[in-house]
């Protein structure tokens, strides 16, 4: 069985029929929200990262949000097969102990240990980040307006509830509650922002950290990022709640094949708006936003084959509570599977067939 389905939009059809597919094409690799989805992704990351995209020398944007952020960072330390390796355990280890007398951990807890955990990896790193010759990062959060802009026990529910219900009306209309803010280590953003409220700051050493803590920092299971310097005052989420899995308006250069394309490896075929619209299936389809994208994605067929027949998701952790081995042994299993991801895609490279390219 095929574990990799590739998708592309119509002009990146095109585009592969034409030129074929090169990493000097790549213009653009967004990285979604998702959880433990995007333990799936790690081979994938290795290879092109460590393997194929080394092979050309253009600048490219990386974009990321929630794990994604934390996967984009991660591409830009030297030796980047070695940090997504050490991204992929220490991710798959992470473990909260259930303080004596309580039947959950808090937001304050978990957002104190993931901290921890983001220091140790990017600890007198994060030149390597923002210095990088050829990557531009940009990372994705979500900042509060109104109700939402400190968190607070009873404001923080009822802003959100309003933002859930004028999502519902109008994908636009979550602006009243939520703004993108984007940090970038680089230049202008490589995507147009009418679809959506949205401010830009200079990502720095002074707020890396909290920058890419905030664009994880999922409503209800983490604490709010408040006040992050260099931006705006005000409550910062994760990035995935405006922008789930990064449904942009993508802008890569008109005038030359090189960096057209925008690469997406992702969990999924669908590229669905914001956290918000997950219920909401009409927000699902492809827009003229992604005609220059590729989806790299795991055959829904495949998956089934992966313990319990699904991906690794944040169910698991209340599925295993307190077990770490046994969730440990799953997701090590999944992530184990997906080299075949990184297998076939390798092996297309050599010969680009369109003929495997599935719509969007």
Avoid at 48 to 61: E, Y
Avoid at 82 to 106: C, M, N, S, W
Avoid at 160 to 181: F, I, K, M, Q, T
């Amino acid at each position: 069985m095929q574990a990799l389905h590739i998708h592309a939009g119509p002009k990146a059809l095109a585009h592969v029929r034409e030129h074929g597919f090169k990493p000097e094409h790549i213009g653009v690799i967004p990285a979604a929200a998702g959880g433990p989805k995007g333990l799936i992704l790690g081979p994938l990351d290795r290879f092109i990262f460590g393997q194929w995209l080394p092979q050309s020398s253009q600048p490219v944007h990386l974009v990321g949000a929630s794990i994604g952020a934390w996967r984009m960072a991660t591409a830009c330390l030297n030796d980047p097969v070695a940090a997504f390796e050490r991204l992929e355990r220490d991710y798959i280890h992470q473990h909260y102990e259930l303080p004596a007398g309580q039947k959950r951990v808090t937001a304050e807890q978990v957002s104190r240990e993931f901290g921890n955990s983001l220091q140790a990896f990017y600890g007198g790193r994060m030149a390597e980040v923002l210095q990088h010759p050829r990557y531009h990062l940009h990372l994705v959060t979500s900042r509060g307006r109104h109700v939402l802009r400190r968190e607070h026990p009873l404001g923080t529910p009822l802003g959100y509830a309003g933002a859930y219900l004028s999502n519902a009306v109008a994908r636009p209309a979550l602006g009243a509650w939520l703004e993108r803010v984007v940090f970038s280590s680089h230049g202008a953003l490589p995507f147009r922002t009418a679809d959506f409220r949205t401010r830009q700051h200079r990502l720095t050493e002074a707020n890396f950290m909290p920058a890419v803590q905030a664009s994880c920092s999922i409503p209800f299971v983490l604490q709010a990022v408040h006040d992050i310097p260099g931006a705006a005052p005000g409550a910062y989420w994760d990035g995935g709640i405006t922008d789930y899995h990064l449904h942009l308006d993508w802008q890569t250069p008109p005038d030359r094949p090189e960096g057209r394309i925008v690469l997406y490896p992702h969990f999924q075929r669908q590229v669905v708006p914001g956290w918000l619209d997950k219920a909401l299936k009409w927000r699902h389809c492809p827009t003229a936003f992604l005609d220059y994208t590729v989806v790299l994605a795991p055959n829904p067929e495949w998956v089934r084959t992966l313990p319990n027949a699904k991906l690794p998701d944040r169910k698991d952790f209340a599925t295993y509570g307190q077990d770490l081995q046994a969730r440990v042994k799953v997701w090590n299993a999944a992530a184990s599977a997906a080299r075949q991801l990184a297998d076939e895609f390798a092996q297309w490279l050599q010969r680009p067939d369109p003929s495997r390219i599935q719509p969007l």
